[in-house]
């Protein structure tokens, strides 16, 4: 579970980072960060809608996505909110290709591997 210092957790912070945050796609869902002070801790949101499934699969990429942004937090990574906007079929791809997709759609710079 990550810290409540490290959650998006505000409906106003979710769409501030949504509508003037940097975008990257990929198959399984749509990243944004938005640059903070780097002094702040990162803080994590996702947004996982019905059209990813049944509750089990919604609550199952939800725990995956929030267990890569606790690897983050972990290696201590500051300074940016990133919100991940789930797609459907996210729910029948591996922790592995997940946690690739993840790393690759963030800049290096912000998560290091």
Request: glycine content about 6%; cysteine-free.
């Amino acid at each position: 579970m990550l810290a409540r210092a490290n959650r998006v957790v505000h409906a106003e912070d979710f769409r501030a980072v949504v509508r003037r945050g940097r975008r990257s796609v990929t198959p399984a869902a749509v990243y944004y960060r938005l640059d903070r002070a780097p002094q702040d801790p990162l803080r994590f949101g996702v947004i996982v809608s019905r059209s990813v499934g049944n509750a089990v699969d919604r609550n199952l990429v939800r725990r995956r996505y929030r267990a890569l942004g606790r690897q983050f937090v972990d290696a201590g990574v500051r300074g940016s909110d990133v919100v991940v906007r789930v797609l459907p079929g996210s729910a029948q791809r591996s922790w592995a290709t997940l946690a690739d997709d993840m790393h690759n759609a963030l800049d290096a710079s912000l998560m290091p591997r």
